[in-house]
């Protein structure tokens, strides 16, 4: 028996125990977040700083209620944190001797990836240790990491989006649970696919669907249009045998689904569908096992670009950039980057999701700035810009729109940060990766329904060492977008 299948069979026998919960409902039911992690990308400046893990007090019964209360510089620069992960998390709940202790943070440029200790002092972390980039170079061929999963057999596994010399590979590094040493590729050799970024298993139907973004050579510089007719952006969804690491199907999505990035199963294990979010396209996608054994994908949600002028290109592509299902597998969240829109959506009919919560916080088409909206097929007026009080004496306007999302476990808190990538900040929003960005709260109504809260306010261009560009949100003990139930 495969050890994951093995980890599943002792989890559902036993009373408690490893880390994280028992099911998704189980985590509906646990504390409140009182901290979160937040990796910070310097802006740039006269005096080049590293980038750092910021520790926020989330907890509105606290003294230091929605500031940062410690920060973690890297002891290198120009690294591009991202995105982050854990060394264990609810798939390996069933055995009482792993502890999440160790947050993984992959450096997107210069593909070091840090192993933070969080357990020592969870408002204090320090450097556990560090992979250099020549460790996925030479024994992975990969660079470029990007989305960390912890296994139920004790590894970590963290996606690729690149080669050494910047061309996108998408393959998959394994890492030793305990040494944080790399052991190689999870993928047979020659079967890395052309681009990677996420991915998502589901070890009860025995498979993994990855997703693309595009090379790290274009990529990096910003966005530039024309690559997309020179190959060098994705449109496939992978699927993958989780137990023999073999391909199995490509789904191209074509045009409608250009740049699907964030994948999410639903959280249910037996469940045999999913859901993605494609950028460019402004689509999202379901996903799902077929009667006869293989996978198809549907377009479910279309986000119409605008017609506008006074903007780089004649329309405006909403700009899907991260998406998230709420552990009940209720609702769906997505962020619309460029429009500047949240979006929530009830999902008990997976094909025929429908609209019920929907906030603006900033983007490219607030009243008072630059561009015009010329048509909208969704005939919805130009929103006034977002000014945010907080705890300040004085309102922070909010530059750059909604990004990257985290729903508390029990579903009644949004947070949102607005930076996406500090190349493509300084693009879009260039006054956002001058002053830094922010992290917002949303408020969630039980059936249905987004509203912002007044009253939270994180402003990155207040830090000590200069504005920062804020990413990913983490909680301690795991969250909707970190942990998978086996």
């Known amino acids: 028996m495969h050890q994951s299948d093995l980890c599943c069979v002792f989890s559902a026998s036993c009373s408690g125990c490893g880390p994280g919960y028992r099911s998704p409902l189980d985590a509906m039911k646990g504390s409140r977040e009182e901290i979160v992690y937040l990796p910070c990308i310097n802006c740039n400046s006269d005096a080049l700083k590293p980038d750092y893990l910021a520790t926020v007090d989330v907890d509105p019964k606290s003294p230091t209620f929605c500031q940062v209360i410690h920060r973690l510089p890297m002891p290198n620069l120009r690294d591009e944190l991202h995105h982050s992960g854990w060394n264990a998390c609810s798939s390996c709940f069933g055995d009482a001797s792993r502890k999440r202790n160790r947050l993984i943070l992959p450096a997107l440029i210069s593909s070091r990836v840090y192993v933070v200790d969080v357990g020592t002092d969870p408002r204090a972390p320090r450097i556990h240790k560090i992979v250099e980039p020549v460790d996925l170079f030479w024994k992975c061929g990969l660079a470029n990491p990007h989305t960390t999963h912890c296994l139920g057999n004790g590894q970590i596994m963290i996606s690729c989006i690149g080669d050494p010399t910047g061309n996108g590979k998408g393959g998959f590094v394994l890492l030793d649970g305990e040494t944080f040493e790399v052991v190689g590729n999870w993928e047979h050799s020659g079967e890395a696919v052309n681009f990677g970024y996420d991915f998502w298993y589901q070890p009860r139907h025995n498979v993994m669907i990855s997703t693309e973004w595009g090379a790290p050579k274009a990529l990096a510089g910003g966005f530039n249009p024309a690559h997309i007719n020179e190959g060098l952006y994705g449109s496939c969804l992978h699927v ?32 045999t569908e999913g859901y993605v979010g494609c950028a460019l396209s402004g689509t999202v996608y379901r996903f799902y096992k077929t009667p006869k054994g293989d996978w198809a994908a549907e377009r479910v949600i279309s986000v119409p670009n605008k017609k506008v002028e006074g903007w780089a290109l004649p329309e405006m592509p909403g700009l899907i950039t991260d998406i998230l299902i709420s552990l009940d597998d209720r609702f769906l969240y997505f962020s619309n980057w460029l429009h500047g829109d949240i979006r929530q959506y009830d999902i008990t009919d997976r ?51 909604p990004q990257m999302l985290q729903l508390s476990l029990d579903g009644r808190r949004l947070y949102v940060t607005t930076s996406l990538f500090s190349g493509w900040d300084k693009q879009f929003y260039p006054d956002m990766a001058k002053d830094g960005s922010v992290m917002m709260q949303m408020d969630v109504s039980v059936s249905g329904g987004l509203s912002l809260n007044e009253n939270f306010l994180v402003d990155f261009g207040k830090e000590p060492d200069g504005p920062a560009l804020a990413h990913e949100l983490r909680y301690p003990g795991g969250d909707c977008t970190s942990d998978i139930w086996l």
């Open 240 to 271: 993958w045998d989780w137990t023999t690491h073999k391909k199995l199907q490509t789904l191209d999505l074509g045009e409608d689904g250009a740049i699907p990035l964030e994948v999410r199963f639903l959280h249910d294990p037996d469940a």
């Open 351 to 401: 094909r025929s999701p429908r609209l019920v919560g929907q906030v603006f916080l900033g983007g490219s088409l607030v009243s008072d700035g630059p561009v015009r909206v010329l048509e909208d097929p969704e005939k919805q007026s130009q929103p006034p810009p977002r000014i945010i009080k907080g705890r300040r004496v004085s309102g922070r306007r909010v530059s750059g729109g």
